[in-house]
């Protein structure tokens, strides 16, 4: 067990104890290899089912919605800034949270390990410093952590928690050392018929499950704009044009909000890369407006305020 | 702007969606936008992408 596994348990344990919190938001071992899942510990007991992972993809922000009491919430970069997100949405008290800030050190892409053993079942991923150990049935071999890191992992820019209550161990580097630039928006460059072309393969393998909705934070609404009936926005099939507007408009929604904390792909069951829309509306609210997403509580979102010289008012 | 930047993105051509900001006191100009809109869109030719075909009965 490593020490901010240690310390993220007594931290839990404290708050639990002293009746600070009804509840700890962190994440426990998942049932299946390479995927943890999102935990609620409610006694000090429960606590001790607490883990941190390179396998903790999931946005725990996405649980303080709608939720009552006073929760604690084990928040990375990422995590921290869709808190803030969420209290400026006003989907969130900050006097009803607790958040307990962590430094990410890049969470694991799990289809990226798989790949590297096809026909192989792997049973057991452990992390050993700068490498990990996997694990499966007369098999063990030791990987590079940094190849096989989720793709915004690489280029994030927010790895400590940019608000919290208390800090879990020690604050890290900040960045993953990649440049968004580089990466983002990987469709700039071609025309329009080659854009299609991309676009369609990416997508069109979507079974529509939602996962990628599910999961994030960002996605709150009462009726989703897919599932209203009554006027029926968009249809419920596999029709490329439908499962197309899905993305499109999920992607739209996330504009001036999505932190890339990249639970969207790693949730797909189908492997689609949806950060290639979303890391294009990140790119352009970056250069638009200058505005990075939930760095701050002040700043308000762009799309959500009008000034007289935004740079897309009409001529 | 940030829609239209994301359609023509994903491959809607450009010139195919056109977003106007028209006061309802600006009746020439809601008139010019419209006569751009409609030409340009001409010369685009019938939408290819993102259309999705509902027989007549079912419609």
Redo the contacts between chains.
């Keep these: 067990m490593n020490e901010t596994t240690q310390q993220i348990r007594a931290a839990a344990k404290r708050l639990l104890e002293e009746g600070r919190v009804d509840c700890v938001i962190g994440y426990a071992k998942g049932t299946v290899p390479m995927q943890e899942q999102p935990y609620f510990a409610y006694t000090p007991e429960e606590a001790e089912n607490l883990v941190w992972t390179g396998f903790c993809t999931n946005n725990l922000a996405n649980f303080l919605i709608r939720r009552s009491g006073r929760n604690a919430i084990l928040a990375q970069g990422c995590v921290s800034r869709n808190i803030v997100g969420l209290i400026k949405e006003n989907q969130v008290k900050r006097e009803d949270v607790y958040i307990l800030g962590v430094h990410s050190p890049g969470m694991l892409d799990a289809g990226k390990i798989k790949a590297e053993f096809p026909d192989k079942v792997i049973t057991e991923v452990e992390e050993d410093g700068e490498e990990i150990v996997v694990r499966g049935r007369g098999f063990e071999e030791r990987l590079d952590r940094k190849k096989v890191k989720r793709n915004n992992c690489y280029t994030c820019t927010h790895r400590n928690a940019v608000l919290y209550d208390e800090f879990i161990g020690q604050e890290g580097p900040q960045t993953g050392g990649g440049d968004i630039d580089n990466v983002a928006a990987p469709w700039e460059s071609l025309d329009p018929d080659q854009r299609w072309a991309e676009f369609e393969s990416t997508f069109k393998d979507c079974i529509r499950c939602y996962a990628c909705r599910n999961v994030c934070p960002l996605c709150y609404c009462d009726v989703c704009f897919v599932d209203e009936n009554n006027p029926q926005w968009c249809g419920k099939g596999l029709e490329e044009p439908d499962v197309f507007t899905f993305h499109i408009l999920r992607a739209f929604h996330c504009a001036g909000r999505c932190t890339d904390c990249g639970a969207c792909e790693s949730a797909c069951p189908v492997g689609i890369k949806m950060r290639t829309l979303t890391s294009k509306l990140e790119k352009d609210i970056r250069e638009l407006y200058g505005y990075q997403p939930g760095l701050d509580l002040e700043t308000p979102t762009p799309l959500t305020v009008y000034r007289p010289n935004d740079p897309d008012v009409a001529e | ?3 239209k ?10 010139g195919r969606v056109h ?3 028209i006061s309802s006191a600006e009746a020439t100009k809601f008139q010019e936008t419209a006569k751009e809109v409609v030409s340009q869109v001409r010369e685009l030719g019938p939408a290819k ?4 075909d509902i027989p007549m009965e079912a419609a």
């Design positions: 702007m940030i829609l930047n994301l359609l023509e993105y994903i491959g809607i051509e450009p977003f106007s900001w992408r993102l259309v999705k």
